[in-house]
């Protein structure tokens, strides 16, 4: 299994981007996907995750209202659409997959993306 996440960069605070997130390697049906986030010096820490009909989503408290995940299942591919970001969502931010939903829920999916840096200026 292999998840290859892109679309981090160099923002402003207030700006947006949009990371994707695609799986390839075996087939996901009825996979669900997340995004996690390091900051440096920290523990990694769950940021947001979507089942797999996309009818279930969960966020962490920092990025709810800014934050939107979404997917195609016909693309094995997971969005974050990051607006009105922050200094402090200066991350790597890391995409998963699991069979299981509340496992990756709570922190442990089975497969890891590599990460993508998000770098947030003031």
């Known amino acids: 299994v292999q998840l290859q996440a892109s679309g981090g960069g160099l923002v402003q605070a207030g700006d947006s981007l949009r990371l994707s997130c695609v799986a390839s390697?075996?087939?996901?049906?009825?996979?669900?996907m997340g995004w996690f986030r390091q900051a440096p010096g920290k523990e990694r820490e769950f940021v947001t995750s979507i089942n797999w009909s996309g009818g279930m989503t969960h966020y962490t408290d920092s990025v709810k209202g800014r934050f939107t995940i979404s997917r195609d299942n016909a693309k094995n591919t997971v969005y974050l659409q990051m607006n009105s970001l922050k200094p402090e969502d200066t991350a790597v931010y890391y995409c998963a997959i699991d069979s299981e939903y509340w496992r990756l829920r709570f922190g442990n999916p089975i497969y890891w993306g590599q990460g993508t840096q998000v770098t947030v200026s003031s």
């Open positions: 390697g075996r087939t996901f049906s009825g996979a669900s």
